[in-house]
């Protein structure tokens, strides 16, 4: 069965700050893995995902994640936090059978001014 | 234009109602979905429908039916209110159901029982 673990439930960076969110996965089969972004009141978004290929992922807004599979993890950074980067992110996993995607329990980034 | 979109965004009900929350996508998926998210921001997978047939029912109660009479929606009927059934309920969609595939969630239904 497939698992995800998001260490931390809160993390709180300054403006322009390293802001590095961690991912680790647990898959029988080479996953397919995502991170999600939830800002207050509203659905879930796409960051990034990892499917085959490039291990290092680029982002929307500035944001990457790098596949490990030796280290089974899958954690989010982004060079210089922004206050608008402040909202709830989750790791994904799924394999390809599909239909059913297995997501963490979430991490809320606070930035601080 | 709203991809996925839910109604109503708001529902507040006594115990023992019974309630239904709409959902539609204009993305042309074949795939949609119900999650449950509680208070403390767990999201939880209920039902997957792939062109209009049930893929996945993840161990929800018999109080909770979904219905899909096209490929487009994907609505969520709810018997019997219970206090714990209180959570924000998202629908969200993808174009086959395959794993790689992005997944596009609507706004989502806040539910509160009393």
């Not at chain 1, 899958?74 to 996993?93: G, I």
């Not at chain 2, 709409?22 to 999201?43: A, I, V």
């Not at chain 2, 490929?71 to 059934?85: F, Q, R």
Request: with cysteine; net charge positive.
């Amino acid at each position: 069965a497939q698992s995800v673990t998001q260490l931390g439930s809160h993390v709180s960076v300054s403006e322009g700050a390293l802001v590095l969110l961690r991912c680790n996965y647990s898959s029988s089969v080479p996953p397919y893995l995502f991170w999600y972004v939830q800002y207050p009141n509203q659905g879930l978004q796409l960051l990034l995902k990892y499917t085959t290929g490039a291990t290092l992922v680029k982002g929307i807004n500035g944001f990457e994640a790098e596949f490990k599979k030796s280290e089974t993890s899958f954690h989010l950074t982004k060079p210089s936090a922004h206050m608008s980067d402040a909202a709830e992110y989750f790791c994904a996993v799924s394999d390809t059978g599909g239909f059913k995607t297995i997501f963490g329990a979430g991490t809320r980034l606070f930035v601080k001014a | 234009d709203t991809a996925v979109s839910q109604t109503p965004k708001y529902l507040v009900t006594q115990m023992g109602n019974d309630k239904s929350i709409k959902c539609e996508q204009n993305l042309g998926h074949d795939t949609m979905y119900w999650y449950k998210q509680d208070s403390k921001k767990f999201l939880k997978i209920m039902f997957s429908y792939n062109n209009k047939e049930l893929i996945i029912n993840e161990t929800v109660p018999n109080r909770f039916s979904p219905k899909s009479p096209d490929k487009a929606h994907l609505n969520l009927h709810i018997n019997s209110l219970e206090l714990g059934d209180s959570a924000v309920y998202f629908c969200a969609s993808s174009r086959r159901g395959t794993g790689e595939e992005t997944q596009y969630f609507g706004p989502g239904t806040r539910l509160l029982v009393l």
